[in-house]
Structure formats: structure tokens, C-alpha cells
């Protein structure tokens, strides 16, 4: 298991940036795979990007590709999620999320660990 904590989440205008990090804590996971996934309301939780403490290429979905970069810093164990050109579409929650070992999904059932969220909101 791992304990994860959001933040950096807030208020921007549209085409602006934004920075989410992903605290984790009591990590009994060696190798794992965090992600962000987020929802906005009255739709389905979707994944964003994912990213793996070994040696993988990260994944994006379609709808960040190009705007979004996620990374890490293992001496921190904390995963950032940057987000440029932002528009009202990307306005939802943004959880983080971890899964034991290398996972190649942004299929939420995969992830076991999940944090409380931080809210995005995108204005024109």
C-alpha cells in the first residue's frame, strides 16, 4: 500500500498552467506505478497520465497528449502532473493514484491506492 496526498490544484484562466504534485508516504511498494486520473461532474472517473518508478516511458491519454507532462522525483517520491494550454473541458477533480509494480493502464480498476483529490477549475 501507499498513502497519497494531491496538491497544487485551483483556479485559472483558459490557456494557462497549472502544476498538481503527488505526495507518497508508507509506501510498502518497491517498484510501483502512479497516476493521475480526474472526473468532472456528472461523468466517469477517466485517467490522464501514468508514470512508473522503474524504466518506462510514460503514458498519456489522448485528450492531454501535448499539454500535459508527468514526472517524478523518486528522492521525494512525489509525481507532478504539468498542465499547459488548459481550457474549461479540463476543469474536474485530479486524484493521484498507485498500483503495485508496472502497470500499462489508465483503466481505474487497476489502482488500489487512490488520494482525496484536488480541484482544477478552468475559466474563459
Known amino acids: 500500500q501507499v498513502q497519497l496526498v494531491e496538491s497544487g490544484g485551483g483556479s485559472v484562466q483558459v490557456g494557462g498552467s497549472l502544476t498538481l504534485s503527488c505526495a507518497a508516504s508508507a509506501s510498502t511498494y518497491s517498484e510501483y506505478t502512479t497516476a493521475w486520473f480526474r472526473q468532472a461532474p456528472g461523468k466517469q472517473r477517466e485517467g490522464v497520465a501514468l508514470?512508473?518508478?522503474?524504466?518506462?516511458?510514460?503514458i498519456y491519454a489522448d485528450s492531454v497528449k501535448g499539454r500535459f507532462t508527468i514526472s517524478q522525483d523518486k528522492a521525494k517520491k512525489t509525481v507532478y502532473l504539468q498542465m499547459n494550454s488548459l481550457s474549461p473541458a479540463d476543469t474536474a477533480m485530479y486524484f493521484c493514484a498507485a498500483a503495485k509494480g508496472w502497470v500499462p493502464s489508465l483503466q481505474r480498476d487497476w489502482y488500489s491506492d487512490w488520494g482525496q483529490g484536488t480541484q482544477v477549475t478552468v475559466s474563459s
Open positions: 508514470i512508473y518508478t522503474g524504466n518506462m516511458s510514460p
